[in-house]
């Protein structure tokens, strides 16, 4: 547990002070009472005393203003919510050497039934959209709702050569803001989404040859890492980087713009030769880079060398993305124990003393 304002904790030096008034006052009492002639007399005329439940009412109290003082301080901790994520973009590799066969049936078969279970297992309020990269990045399924068009794009991966990871990035970063611009080494996601000029506007389906150009938008102004809380970016990558723009200076991009990425390196660092088109390569896993990335973003790196053990990554990030982790002040909970506290003092002394004191 933390404090917002932890200053205010030196108001816990008022309680010894508190205390002190507390003796100071039943030893002035004391005196008092030594002034009459035949204190016997007196005992014996008031009764039986409250005896030591005189004290727990001034004790509760005292425990409610410390209590009272620690929410003024604002604590904080760390606990489990519901996520409040509404989107969710698989960023999944369809190079050349996803079609090895180390994994029963093959690699890409794997990552595709992967996909699909995770699909199925976010709740259904979350929408999902999937990219597709290779030598370049394709949207293969705007984020919706409908989990059969998720199905339908999954299974539709075609595989092509080249691996770029950085534009499987930067692609599912214009996928989640449309309306910015994430040109980076000359590579424009626009290009593959259909929004630039000679292509059509994926909301309107009209043509932008005779369009008026559209404004500028303003620079962006970066922002915490991981601080976006509506989307967060799932890629899964089994190669390095051969073509297109730096993935490094692309998850800078998604950190300036807070945007998580769950990186997933999937095969072995060892490699694997792969025969694609008659043209053997060997795919080996850059697992620095994804874990770079995952670091920068303050996302999480995992990897899985076999299917089963992708399986289980899914469902460990399935599990995470519903239920998340944040630092959320509970001032409120150690208000409503100090009012409670407060209220027991009262009602006690009320009871056993016939009056608030």
Do not use: C
Request: no cysteine; charged share 20%; hydrophobic share 50%.
């Amino acid at each position: 547990m933390t404090f917002l304002w932890p200053d205010m904790l030196w108001l816990l030096l008022l309680l010894p002070l508190l205390v002190g008034a507390y003796v100071w006052i039943l030893r002035r009492r004391k005196k008092t009472a030594l002034r009459y002639a035949n204190l016997p007399l007196i005992r014996q005329a008031l009764g039986k005393g409250p005896g030591w439940r005189r004290h727990v009412p001034p004790a509760l109290l005292l425990l409610a203003v410390g209590v009272l003082v620690l929410a003024v301080a604002r604590p904080a901790a760390v606990v489990t919510l519901p996520s409040s994520r509404s989107t969710v973009i698989l960023a999944i590799d369809t190079s050349g050497s996803m079609r090895a066969t180390d994994m029963s049936p093959s690699r890409i078969a794997a990552a595709q039934e992967a996909a699909k279970a995770f699909i199925t297992s976010q709740p259904m309020d979350v929408e999902i959209g999937i990219v597709a990269f290779a030598a370049s990045a394709v949207l293969m399924q705007a984020p919706t709702l409908d989990r059969e068009l998720l199905t339908a794009a999954v299974d539709g991966f075609d595989l092509r050569r080249g691996t770029a990871v950085g534009a499987g990035v930067i692609t599912a970063l214009s996928t989640i803001f449309p309306d910015r611009s994430f040109e980076i080494e000359g590579y424009d996601p626009r290009d593959q989404l259909g929004m630039r000029s000679g292509g059509v506007t994926p909301q309107t389906g009209r043509s932008l040859d005779n369009a008026e150009p559209e404004p500028q938008p303003a620079e962006h102004v970066p922002v915490e890492p991981g601080s976006y809380q509506n989307a967060v970016i799932i890629l899964l990558t089994d190669g390095a980087t051969t073509t297109g723009p730096d993935p490094l200076a692309a998850g800078k991009l998604a950190a300036d713009h807070g945007v998580r990425i769950y990186t997933v390196g999937f095969g072995s660092t060892g490699g694997e030769v792969v025969d694609f088109g008659g043209r053997f390569m060997r795919a080996m896993l850059d697992a620095p880079t994804l874990q770079a990335i995952a670091a920068t973003t303050e996302g999480e790196y995992f990897e899985a060398q076999s299917a089963e053990a992708l399986s289980e990554v899914y469902g460990t990030l399935a599990t995470r993305l519903i239920e998340e982790k944040k630092l959320t002040e509970i001032a409120f909970l150690f208000a409503g124990l100090g009012a409670l506290l407060t209220l027991a003092a009262a009602g006690l002394s009320m009871l056993w003393l016939g009056r608030i004191a």
